[in-house]
C-alpha cells in the first residue's frame, strides 16, 4: 500500500493516541478516596464491642488436613470458641479473657495457659493465629503488629499481610449496615486455612 509523504505526520498522530491508549491505567478507586473509606469502614468494625460469627473452617498442610463446624463469640477482649467435629473428638471449646485461656474437650480435665495458640497446637498439632483472626475475620488487621494491606473498590481489606500470614477476603456480606467478610483464606508456605462464615451478629447474641 502506497501512502503519500503528505498524510504520513496524520498517521504518526493517530498511532501515538492509540498507543497512548492502550498504556491508560484503567478506572480505580482514587487512593485518597480509598483510604478514607478504609478509614470509616475500619473505625465502624473495630467499635463493635460485641460480635458472633458461625461457620466452617479448614485447614490444609500437604496431604493432612482437617475441617470443622466453629462458634465464636467475642466481647471486648473475652472470647468463646467452639469448634464441632475436628478429628472426630466431639466438641472441643477454647475460651479466654484477655489473661488466661482455657480448653475444654469432652471428658478430659479443663488445660489452662497464656496463649490460644500454644493451647490449640497442643491439642490439634497445628498452630493457628487465634490472636489475630479475631481481627482478621472481622476484615481489620491485628492492632500493634506491622502489616501491608491492598484494597478493594470499596475500600475494604482484599488482602493484607501480617504476622507472618498472607489473608486473602474473598467476600463481603452486608449485616446491619457493615461490610464484613464472609469467605477469606490464611496462606502460609506449609499451611492454608480456609474461613466460610454463614452467620453474623455483630452484636453477639444467644
Known amino acids: 500500500m502506497n501512502v ?4 504520513f505526520p496524520l498517521l504518526l498522530a493517530l498511532a501515538g493516541n492509540l498507543l497512548l491508549a492502550g498504556c491508560a491505567t484503567p478506572p480505580s478507586l482514587p487512593s485518597a478516596a480509598g483510604e478514607a473509606r478504609w478509614q470509616a469502614h475500619r473505625a465502624q468494625v473495630e467499635a463493635l464491642a460485641a460480635w458472633q460469627a458461625r461457620g466452617r473452617v479448614g485447614v ?11 462458634d465464636w463469640r467475642q466481647q471486648g477482649e473475652r472470647f468463646d470458641i467452639r469448634l464441632s467435629g475436628p478429628f472426630g473428638r466431639g466438641v472441643l471449646r ?3 479473657d484477655g489473661e ?4 475444654e474437650r469432652g471428658g478430659q ?5 497464656v496463649s490460644a495458640e500454644r493451647l490449640l497446637e497442643e491439642e490439634t498439632g497445628w498452630r493457628l ?12 488487621p491485628r492492632p500493634g503488629s506491622r502489616e501491608q494491606h491492598r484494597l478493594d473498590t ?5 488482602e493484607l499481610e501480617q504476622d507472618g500470614w498472607r489473608i486473602r477476603f474473598r467476600r463481603y456480606r452486608s449485616v446491619d449496615g457493615l461490610e464484613l467478610p464472609d469467605r477469606l483464606t490464611l496462606v502460609q508456605p506449609d499451611l492454608r486455612v480456609k474461613l466460610v462464615v454463614q452467620a453474623w451478629r ?3 447474641g444467644a
Open 4 to 7: 503519500s509523504l503528505s498524510r
Open 60 to 70: 490444609q498442610a500437604g496431604d493432612e488436613g482437617w475441617q470443622a463446624a466453629f
Open 94 to 96: 477454647l475460651s479466654g
Open 100 to 103: 488466661v485461656v482455657v480448653l
Open 109 to 113: 480435665p479443663p488445660r489452662l495457659a
Open 129 to 140: 493465629p487465634v490472636s489475630g483472626l479475631g481481627y482478621w475475620l472481622r476484615g481489620v
Open 154 to 158: 470499596e475500600g475494604r481489606l482484599a
Open 202 to 204: 455483630p452484636e453477639g
